[in-house]
């Protein structure tokens, strides 16, 4: 596991409301599939990922967001659908993201 401090992880009251409203969506934690991560410790992320799906498997959407380097997407895992989206706030942009394809692919 990382020995770096998490400079981003989901307010827990997101947490909360999507269990309270029993909401269709799982949330992950961002630092343990950043950039960052997958390049330093690829194993830890994809045991964090593996675990994530796994807790979520009864839910429609597992989100998380996702440091590209310097600008922050969202990415929407749907697994009954077989589907990723990677939702960009920037029109237009290339971003890099063989690494997290990957690791979500594995």
Same mark, same amino acid.
């Given at each position: 596991m990382p020995t770096k401090l998490l400079c981003f992880s989901?307010? /827990?009251? #997101?947490?909360?409301?999507? !269990?309270?409203?029993?909401?269709?969506?799982g949330l992950l934690d961002p630092d343990p599939l950043s950039i960052e991560t997958l390049t330093t410790d690829r194993d830890y992320s994809v /045991?964090? #990922?593996?675990?994530?799906? !796994?807790k979520?498997?009864?839910?429609?959407?597992?989100m998380f967001a996702h440091n590209c380097g310097g600008h922050w997407i969202a990415v929407v895992i749907?697994?009954?659908w077989g589907k990723v989206l990677y939702l960009d706030s920037i029109r237009?942009?290339?971003?890099?993201?063989?690494?997290?394809?990957?690791l979500i692919d594995e």
């Open positions: 989901i307010p /827990r009251s #997101l947490i909360v409301e999507a !269990r309270d409203k029993r909401l269709p969506v /045991r964090y #990922l593996e675990k994530g799906l !796994r979520h498997a009864n839910k429609d959407y597992v749907i697994s009954k237009g942009s290339k971003k890099d993201l063989s690494g997290l394809k990957s």
